[in-house]
C-alpha cells in the first residue's frame, strides 16, 4: 500500500515509522521545510519536552475527550519505551515532565531520522503541498513546485499555525478544507500575557507562583515577569483562556502557595515582634526576590521608611492578603508567532476518535496539531504527537 504523509513534524514522523512497521507499505514523507522535525528542536527550550508522567485528559483543555482513546492506545508509558527502542535515554524530572537524558531536542530528531531511513521511508524535504484531491484509485497531492505524488491513504499531519518562524502554517487546515472538512477559530495558546499596567521593573524576575483566572481555573508553577507581562510555563498554562477571552481577565497570584493566609499573618508579627527598628521595606526579605517584594509592599501601600513596630495589625494582614492574592489585569498574549501551540483546528467530530478517519473521505486521516487539540505545558501535547500519529500510521495502512 503507498502511503503519503504531509507534515514532517513530530506526529508525522511517528505515522511514517507506525505505518512502516507493515514492510508491505511504501511511504513517502512530504515536509514544507528543508528538514524534517524544525519545530520539534525547539521544543523545551531545546531540551525536548517529549512527555510527561501524569497524563491526564484534564491536562488537555480543547479536545481532551476526542484525544482520550489516541491517550490509550498509545500512552506515555508506550512513548517512552519506543524512544528506548530507538536508543534514546530518558529523564523525568520532579515535576513530571520527561526530556532526553542529554538534555539536547536534536537527539530525538536524529534518533527518529536515522529509524525512517532505516525503515525505508521516502523523505520529500522542501515540498509545499497546496493541493490534495482524492480520486478513483486514492489520492493525488500537488506541490507548489509542480511535483505530483499520489497515494491509497492519506495523512495529513501539518502541523498548526503557531511559531510562523520555526515553520507554523496554516497549510493542513487548507489541505482538509478542500476535502469539505471545517476549521474552528484560531487562537495561540502556550504563550506570553500582556498585562496593563506593565511590570517593567520587575524585568527578569522568576518567582514559584499560582495563578488563578478569576473564575476560569487556575495553574502553578514558575513566573517570569517582562516587560509587557508575564511569561513562565504558569502563564503559558492560563494564556489559552486569556487568549479565548472576550474581554480583560483577573489573574491572582500567589506566592506562597505552601502557607495560608493566617500561617504568613504569624510569621510577618513574629518579624515585626523580632525587628522592630528595621524599614518597613524589608519586611519580605528572605521570603521573596527583593524587587518583587518592594512592588507587593507598594501595593499593600505600606510605608517604606516606617519601623516594623509601626505598622498596624492591620497592615501586615493586608500584606498577607497582597502575598496570596497580588492581581494583574491580563489585556491579551501575544500573537500566533510567539505562541507554542494553536488553540482551535480541524473540527474533530469531523474524524473518528478511534482511527483519526475522516468522516467524510474515506482513506484521509489526520494527527497531531491540526486537529482541534491542545493541552497544558509540559510534555501534554507532544504526547498527543506521538499517539495521534501512531494511531493514523498504524490504521492508516490497513488493507
Known amino acids: 500500500m503507498k502511503i503519503l504523509i504531509i507534515g514532517g513534524g ?34 523545551g527550550n531545546g531540551r525536548c519536552n517529549l512527555t510527561n508522567a501524569d ?18 492506545r498509545f500512552s506515555k508509558d508506550d512513548t517512552l519505551a519506543f524512544f528506548a527502542s530507538l536508543g534514546l535515554y530518558t529523564v523525568t524530572d520532579d515535576t513530571g515532565r520527561c526530556y532526553p537524558l542529554s538534555d539536547q531536542a536534536n537527539s ?9 531511513e532505516q525503515a525505508g ?9 497546496i493541493e490534495a484531491k482524492k480520486t478513483k484509485n486514492g489520492f493525488t497531492v500537488t506541490a507548489a513546485d509542480g511535483q505530483t505524488f499520489t497515494a491509497d491513504r492519506l ?23 478542500q476535502f469539505g472538512h471545517h ?17 517593567k521593573s520587575l524585568k527578569g524576575v522568576r518567582a514559584d507562583a499560582k495563578i488563578t483566572v478569576k473564575g476560569a481555573g487556575e495553574s502553578a508553577g514558575e513566573v517570569q515577569f517582562t516587560d509587557f507581562g508575564i511569561s513562565g510555563p504558569a502563564a503559558f498554562d492560563v494564556s489559552r483562556t486569556v487568549s479565548l477571552s472576550e474581554s480583560d481577565a483577573t489573574l491572582l497570584l500567589d ?22 527598628r528595621l524599614p518597613a521595606e524589608q519586611l519580605l526579605i528572605g521570603m521573596l526576590n527583593t524587587r518583587l517584594g518592594q512592588v507587593l509592599l507598594k501595593h499593600a501601600e505600606i510605608p517604606r521608611e516606617a ?68 493541552g497544558d505545558c509540559g510534555g501534554f501535547n507532544l504526547q498527543w504527537a506521538w499517539s495521534s500519529g501512531y494511531v493514523s500510521g498504524k490504521l492508516g495502512a490497513f488493507e
Do not use: W
Open 10 to 43: 513530530a506526529s508525522g514522523m511517528m505515522a511514517a515509522l507506525s505505518a512502516a512497521e507493515n514492510p508491505e507499505n511504501r511511504i513517502t514523507l512530504l515536509e514544507r521545510q528543508n528538514r524534517v522535525g524544525r519545530k520539534l528542536l525547539a521544543t
Open 155 to 177: 495523512i495529513v499531519t501539518a502541523g498548526g499555525c503557531a511559531g510562523k518562524g520555526l515553520g507554523g502554517t496554516k497549510s493542513g487546515y487548507r489541505l482538509l478544507e
Open 55 to 72: 497524563i491526564a485528559l484534564s491536562r488537555y483543555p480543547g479536545g481532551g475527550s476526542f484525544a482520550s482513546n489516541a491517550l490509550r
Open 183 to 199: 476549521v474552528t477559530a484560531l487562537h495561540p495558546s502556550l504563550v506570553q500575557i500582556k498585562t496593563d499596567p506593565a511590570p
Open 307 to 374: 519601623p516594623l513596630s509601626d505598622l498596624t495589625e492591620q497592615q501586615l494582614k493586608t500584606v498577607a492578603h497582597t502575598l496570596k492574592y497580588y492581581p494583574m489585569t491580563a489585556v491579551g498574549v501575544l500573537g500566533m508567532d510567539h505562541a507554542q501551540v494553536t488553540a482551535g483546528g480541524v473540527y474533530t467530530d469531523e474524524f473518528r476518535a478511534d482511527t483519526l478517519e475522516s468522516r467524510i473521505v474515506p482513506g484521509l486521516f489526520a494527527a497531531g496539531e491540526v486537529l482541534d487539540v491542545d
Open 108 to 116: 530525538v530528531v536524529d534518533v527518529l531520522r536515522f529509524s525512517l
Open 255 to 276: 506566592f506562597m502557595r505552601d502557607y495560608s493566609e493566617e500561617t504568613l499573618l504569624a510569621r510577618l508579627q513574629d518579624r515585626a515582634a523580632r525587628f522592630p
Open 121 to 129: 521511508v521516502a523523505i520529500v524535504t522542501s515540498c509545499d503541498v
